[in-house]
């Protein structure tokens, strides 16, 4: 028997907007606004404060706003696909509140329709290498927003790797394939699956 072809996505910056959406009330931006710089600009000891002020918000993760463009074509596509392994790895920071960062983030995607029987969550910590897990997790494509992560990612041969397009990865360089949404990146992972259906048995 065939093993399910195993994709992987990011969360935040992808599916999530929370963290974005409270560092632009914090910063008094308008609504939509994303920063140009991973770093906002800022130096790193108000960077430190403005971080320290996000994750003392009472259970951000769970109650985070989504992309809802996004989260609509993943629901779709895990309408459709039980011939995919999905893996959702995202590399996030406790935050305050009464609900641990694991359920936190698991009730979040359950309550949109995101989690379903051929999902996987895992919630790695800041530091943690997504290259590593993918290579282990035997992952072939994967999503994310951030662009050191993707550089990593693409050192691990047998994963092809997808850049979201956001105002704070730009610029970036041409050999990195870029997708504007996670309708385009799940329709290279159909291309995926009907090239193998097309292959020949081994």
């Known amino acids: 028997m065939t093993q399910p072809l195993r994709i992987g996505i990011d969360i935040d910056g992808v599916l999530a907007s929370g963290f974005a959406t409270k560092a632009a009330e914090i910063l008094s931006k308008p609504e939509g606004w994303l920063p140009d710089q ?4 800022m130096k790193w000891d108000d960077l430190g404060k403005l971080l320290d002020q996000i994750f003392a918000t ?3 993760w769970l109650n985070s706003p ?3 463009e996004n989260c609509k074509a993943l629901v779709s596509f895990l309408v459709h696909h039980d011939d995919v392994e999905l893996f959702y790895i995202t590399a996030r920071r ?7 960062l694991q359920r936190q983030t698991r009730h979040w995607l359950i309550n949109r329709s995101l989690y379903w029987d ?3 969550l895992i919630v790695a910590g800041e530091k943690t290498s997504k290259k590593g897990l993918i290579e282990q997790l035997g992952i072939r494509m994967f999503l994310d927003d951030h662009l050191k992560q993707v550089l990593e ?3 691990a041969s047998a994963c092809e790797v997808f850049l ?11 050999s990195i394939p870029v997708v504007r949404n996670v309708a385009e990146y799940l329709e290279e992972v159909e291309k995926w699956l009907r090239l193998t259906k097309q292959s020949p048995q081994s």
């Open 58 to 60: 009472e259970n951000l």
């Open 118 to 120: 051929n999902c996987t």
């Open 38 to 41: 991973w770093n906002f600009g």
């Open 94 to 100: 406790a935050c305050a509140g009464n609900m641990s």
């Open 153 to 155: 990612i693409r050192a």
């Open 164 to 174: 979201l397009d956001q105002p704070y990865n730009r610029p970036r360089p041409s």
């Open 66 to 68: 989504c992309w809802e």
